[in-house]
């Protein structure tokens, strides 16, 4: 959408596609590149924001600084997807082991949720879902108040468990002239992610 070619430009770009999403009734949520992109990215949803509800934002657990950005989005009661963040970062900036990455991401769903965001979960981890769902029972939340995401081919067996039981589950699906790039750029990162992907691909009924 051009940050790194200018602010301005960005939020020109941006500002037309959210406007014409919300004359649809429909909804853009900017995701969230590495940390370099963060206050960008961040200045570009408030700016949106004031203008249209018909935007949201994503946090990275692996992120330090996503706790005090959590605490400020809570208080507008943004629309927030939370995910563990697949860019590796400095010590300094960025969680570096599983655990923490994890112990984050329930730190920033408790903020949100409890503070009535709309969430996205988004997530493959089994043990971070069942804590996910948890937290969401303790705190007496009703199902359309958050929702599981998952990338497409990736735990198809889980997705359909959560549906099956009740869950909103949203698919998302790489679009675009570089959706090669973007898959194995995960895949890279993720090789978890190729795992899943394979083992659905050779599943005799996927």
Request: contains cysteine; charged residues 30%; hydrophobic residues 40%.
């Amino acid at each position: 959408m051009g940050l790194k070619l200018g602010g301005s430009l960005c939020l020109e770009i941006l500002r037309g596609l959210v406007r014409e999403a919300d004359r649809q009734g429909n909804f853009v949520r900017l995701d969230m590149e590495d940390s370099t992109c963060t206050d960008g990215t961040l200045a570009l949803y408030q700016a949106l924001r004031q203008e249209t509800p018909a935007v949201g934002v994503v946090l990275q657990a692996r992120l330090r600084r996503s706790v005090e950005d959590a605490r400020r989005l809570a208080g507008e009661r943004a629309n927030v997807r939370v995910c563990k963040g697949i860019y590796p970062e400095p010590a300094p900036i960025g969680f570096q082991d599983r655990e923490s990455i994890r112990k984050n991401f329930l730190v920033l769903l408790e903020i949100l949720l409890g503070a009535g965001c709309p969430v996205g979960i988004a997530t493959h981890d089994d043990w971070l879902i069942r804590e996910a769902r948890r937290l969401v029972a303790h705190l007496g939340l009703c199902r359309d108040g958050y929702e599981f995401q998952m990338l497409l081919g990736v735990r198809p067996d889980l997705r359909e468990q959560l549906r099956a039981e009740g869950e909103r589950v949203r698919i998302y699906v790489p679009f675009g002239e570089r959706w090669r790039a973007y898959c194995l750029r995960r895949f890279t990162e993720n090789p978890e992610i190729l795992g899943h992907v394979l083992r659905a691909l050779l599943r005799p009924d996927s």
